[in-house]
């Protein structure tokens, strides 16, 4: 900034001094103060809009480098992929070739010598060996290369929704099970088997919400197909009890986990035991709080599912 004296022409002092002897000097110093307020202010609002223009060369160069990562990213899974299928060259052979002689030791003293069709028909067969294994080779590479990525085995996998329950009968042909029909927000409803039968009055069941598996394998228990798993909760004394939904919740609903998102599988495989391995994880715990390894059976928007009255017991 230039100094303060050069602001204005020494003329303006001199004119203003012979104005107005007394308060000259005071005019002009708020002449100059003002000029000064003035420029600060000018240069407050050129760094102002330098600011905003900064902000939003970075916002351009912040969405540029991150279309830049994901296309190196790209680049990096292409060229991985390319290096793991790529084929392998075939193994080396010492074979000799059809025309070459092969060096014999020689024959003792009165020995006879091998007649031409004999070396002949084992070099054929010595040829037709090794195309077959090479034949072998080329049929069995594409096996070696074949790559199954399994997916992580967590709570995200089981395909949990919320369901009403349309109708609770007894099994006709086993007192310890019943049978119920459950709205699981499709167009027709599911029919379940469970072991409800003697643990529980089926009449209380009726119309209420429950939480169910929705991609198990369909199987017949008795005679009657189950199309999905109630899931319930038991103590010790083998007291049973079905997981209750939040308040407000619609059949249809998802039952997800905050720590493990991710889209279920289309239907769990027997040969994986997927339900197996994650039941031993799925408890209840002292506050009555559904969860697994601590996180929570959540409908979202809603609320957590609970046992009615059971605590620290496990969910099957």
Not at 48 to 56: A, E, F, G, M, S
Not at 228 to 244: G, T, W
Not at 257 to 276: C, H, I, M, S, T
Request: aromatic share 4%.
């Amino acid at each position: 900034m230039d100094n303060i004296d050069n602001l204005f022409h020494p003329s303006l002092g001199e004119a203003l001094m012979k104005l107005d002897p007394e308060d000259g000097e005071k005019i002009m110093e708020y002449f100059k103060t003002h000029a000064l307020l003035t420029r600060e202010k000018a240069l407050l609002q050129s760094s102002l809009r330098d600011q905003k223009k900064l902000l939003v060369e970075n916002g351009k160069l912040k969405k540029d480098i991150e279309q830049l990562r994901n296309q190196l990213q790209d680049k990096q899974r292409r060229r991985t992929a390319k290096a793991l299928f790529a084929p392998v060259p075939p193994p080396s052979t010492c074979s000799p070739a059809p025309g070459t002689a092969v060096n014999q030791a020689p024959s003792p003293a009165g020995a006879t010598a091998a007649s031409p069709s004999s070396s002949s028909s084992s070099s054929h067969d010595r040829r037709e060996r090794h195309s077959r294994r090479r034949r072998g080779d080329k049929k069995a590479r594409p096996d070696s290369f074949c790559l199954v990525v399994e997916p992580e085995v967590n709570a995200s996998r089981l395909d949990l929704r919320v369901g009403r329950i349309l109708s609770v009968r007894r099994h006709p042909l086993a007192e310890t099970l019943s049978v119920q029909e459950v709205d699981v927000g499709e167009n027709a409803p599911r029919k379940v088997v469970s072991k409800l039968g003697g643990k529980t009055d089926l009449e209380e069941l009726q119309g209420g919400l429950a939480v169910l598996l929705c991609n198990v394998k369909a199987c017949k228990l008795r005679g009657v197909v189950s199309q999905a798993r109630l899931m319930c909760c038991s103590d010790d004394d083998d007291h049973i009890e079905l997981l209750a939904p939040p308040a407000g919740s619609t059949p249809g609903d998802r039952v997800t986990f905050l720590n493990y998102p991710g889209e279920p599988d289309r239907e769990l495989q027997a040969k994986q035991r997927v339900w197996e391995l994650l039941q031993a994880d799925l408890q209840v715990d002292s506050k009555g709080v559904a969860n697994y390894k601590g996180c929570g059976f959540e409908v979202k928007g809603k609320g957590l599912c609970r046992a009615p009255s059971l605590t620290n017991c496990i969910i099957r």
